[in-house]
T-cell receptor, first 110, second 117 residues
Framework: TQLLEQSPQFLSIQEGENLTVYCNSS?????LQWYRQEPGEGPVLLVT?????EVKKLKRLTFQFGDARKDSSLHITAAQPGDTGLYLC??????????FGTGTRLQVFP | GAVVSQHPSRVICKSGTSVKIECRSL??????MFWYRQFPKQSLMLMAT?????????EQGVEKDKFLINHASLTLSTLTVTSAHPEDSSFYIC?????????????FGQGTRLTVV
């Protein structure tokens, strides 16, 4: 079974704090994506990483793909209440299928 | 990004009836569509993958006779929950990938909240 484990599962922080979310698998990904989902809506794509060691930045969000392409991290700098949501990593293993991670629920308090 | 529209956004049905959910790609041709279900406070679980013009491929544990998927055109896929029961209540989400999308990039519909009473 191809599993993507995310940690932490839940995260509650104050506005202005930094945080990192991790996504790990025992398998090698061909590509990995990060999504953010709000209640009652579909996930919205944040970034796609493909190359081992790749780092991508999206404003205050930094995404890193592990050298071995088995893990990834999402770092948020100076979190804001608007960052609140469910963060999901999703990986593909040279197939059409996109398998989602277990999810990290982030709550940022003002 | 590409637009994927899912309809209806919410549906309540009686136990034993069937419900059809539509997923449309509005500005691109979707060669592959995926159907997921999501229980409260959980991640998305892939149910099936459908390619236009061919039978859907179901994930282990998903009953193909209960969750009928049709992908008759490059812009429309439907999921029909047959003989629905309360345990089928969930959030169903489709995603679509097109011909020119890089890697496995897919775009998601807004989801359908199904409640079976």
């Amino acid at each position: 079974t191809q599993l993507l484990e995310q940690s932490p599962q839940f995260l509650s922080i104050q506005e202005g704090e930094n945080l990192t979310v991790y996504c790990n698998s025992s398998s090698v990904f061909s590509s990995l994506q990060w999504y953010r989902q709000e209640p009652g809506e579909g996930p919205v794509l944040l970034v796609t990483v493909v190359t081992g060691g790749e780092v991508k930045k999206l404003k205050r969000l930094t995404f890193q793909f592990g050298d071995a392409r088995k893990d990834s991290s999402l770092h948020i700098t100076a979190a804001q209440p608007g960052d609140t949501g469910l963060y999901l990593c999703a990986g593909a293993w040279n197939t059409d299928k996109l398998i989602f991670g277990t999810g990290t629920r982030l709550q940022v308090f003002p | 990004g590409a637009v994927v529209s899912q309809h209806p956004s919410r549906v309540i049905c009686k136990s034993g009836t069937s419900v059809k959910i539509e997923c449309r790609s509005l500005d691109f041709q979707a060669t592959t569509m995926f159907w997921y279900r999501q229980f409260p406070k959980q991640s998305l679980m892939l149910m099936a993958t459908s390619n236009e013009g061919s039978k859907a491929t179901y994930e282990q544990g998903v009953e193909k006779d209960k969750f009928l998927i049709n992908h008759a055109s490059l812009t429309l896929s439907t999921l029909t929950v047959t003989s629905a029961h309360p345990e089928d209540s969930s959030f169903y989400i489709c995603s679509a990938r097109g011909l020119r999308r890089k890697n496995t990039e897919a775009f998601f519909g807004q989801g359908t909240r199904l409640t079976v009473v």
